[in-house]
């Protein structure tokens, strides 16, 4: 289950109707002029073509937020998607969570899917909110552990 960490100062997200038209959109003179400014000034950088795997909500993107992409790497794919619904149920039970969505490679990939929410509260809440639960040690990490299955969060603002 090895695989690169998730260590991502940036992450852009551009949304389309089909996975078809991701590829339009990657021949296209504005992505290019994205793209190329954010590979001049990076150390490193990763690409993925998705597709949506599962929605609890859409994820509003035009107003601040604590914004997460979780990257996760699993032995095996099929069980770690069913766990990411038995997950995704602890969370809006007990973060509040509304809204996310599953985004799955289209082609090989270093993670087996990311996951994309967010929430309307600060940082300090969503940590006590998170870590301050006894359950989300007994439940969610051993969840994640027993099923072969990690995820690395990364919290983001709108830039």
């Not at 852009?12 to 590979?39: F, M, Q």
């Not at 597709?51 to 099929?78: I, M, Q, T, W, Y």
């Amino acid at each position: 289950m090895a695989t690169r960490p998730a260590q991502y100062d940036v992450v852009t997200l551009i949304e389309t109707t089909t996975v078809e038209a991701a590829g339009e959109v990657a021949a296209g003179p504005e992505y290019r002029k994205l793209h190329d400014a954010i590979a001049a000034a990076a150390r490193e950088e990763y690409l993925m073509t998705a597709r949506c795997l599962r929605r609890v909500g859409d994820v509003d993107k035009s107003r601040p937020g604590l914004f997460l992409f979780n990257f996760f790497v699993a032995e095996d794919p099929a069980v770690a998607l069913d766990l990411w619904d038995h997950l995704a149920a602890w969370y809006a039970v007990e973060t509040g969570l509304d809204n996310s969505t599953l985004l799955g490679p289209v082609g090989p990939d270093d993670y087996v899917f990311v996951n994309h929410a967010r929430w309307d509260m600060s940082l300090p809440r969503f940590a006590v909110k998170q870590f301050g639960k006894r359950t989300f040690y007994s439940y969610v990490l051993a969840n994640l552990h027993a099923n072969g299955t990690a995820s690395m969060p990364i919290l983001y603002r709108l830039a």
